[in-house]
C-alpha cells in the first residue's frame, strides 16, 4: 500500500538520493555533461534545501513499505520543481497520486495555475494529467525543457 506525507528535515537526503537516482537513469541520457552538472548542483545545494524544508512548500513523499519511492516538490506554492518516481514503481499512478495531492494542497491555498517545465521523459504525462505547453522546448544551461500549466478548476 502505498502511502503519501509531507517530508521534513529527516528525509530530505533520501528524497535527494532517489530523484539523482531517477534522472541519472531517466534524464541524465539526453542531457549534456553542463546540463547534468546544472541539475546535480541544484538539488543538492542547501538553498534548494531550505526551499524544500520551508513548511509553507509543498514537499510531499509517498512510501512503499516503509521505502520512499515518490517526491514531489514545488516552490511558491504553484511551480512543480520536482516529481520523481522511482523505476521499480513506475506506472502504479505514483506521479498522479502525488500531483493530486498537490493540487489540493494548492487549491486551499487559492492559487488557480500551476507551472512547471518538463523535461522530455515526462511531457507525455503532464498532457495526460491536463498541463498545456506554454512554449516550445527550451535549452537553459544544458537542460532540456518544455514550459507547461495546468488551470486547478
Known amino acids: 500500500m502505498y502511502i503519501i506525507k509531507s517530508l521534513d528535515y529527516i528525509s530530505i537526503n533520501d528524497a535527494i538520493k532517489l530523484t539523482l537516482e531517477v534522472f541519472m537513469e531517466f534524464e541524465a541520457p539526453e542531457y549534456s555533461e553542463e546540463g547534468i552538472k546544472t541539475f546535480t548542483d541544484y538539488v543538492t545545494s542547501d538553498e534548494t534545501r531550505q526551499i524544500f524544508l520551508n513548511s509553507s512548500n509543498i514537499f510531499l513523499g509517498c512510501y512503499y513499505k516503509k521505502q520512499l519511492v515518490g517526491i514531489i516538490a514545488f516552490r511558491d506554492d504553484s511551480h ?28 486551499k491555498k487559492g492559487v488557480r495555475e500551476i507551472t512547471l517545465n ?36
Open 118 to 153: 518538463s523535461s522530455p521523459y515526462a511531457v507525455p504525462f503532464y498532457h495526460r494529467f491536463g498541463f498545456v505547453d506554454t512554449d516550445t522546448q527550451l535549452l537553459t544551461d544544458g537542460i532540456k525543457y518544455t514550459p507547461m500549466k495546468y488551470i486547478i478548476k
Open 80 to 107: 512543480v520543481s520536482l516529481l520523481f518516481v522511482d523505476k521499480n514503481h513506475h506506472r502504479k499512478g505514483i506521479a498522479t497520486r502525488l500531483m493530486k495531492k498537490a493540487v489540493k494542497i494548492t487549491k
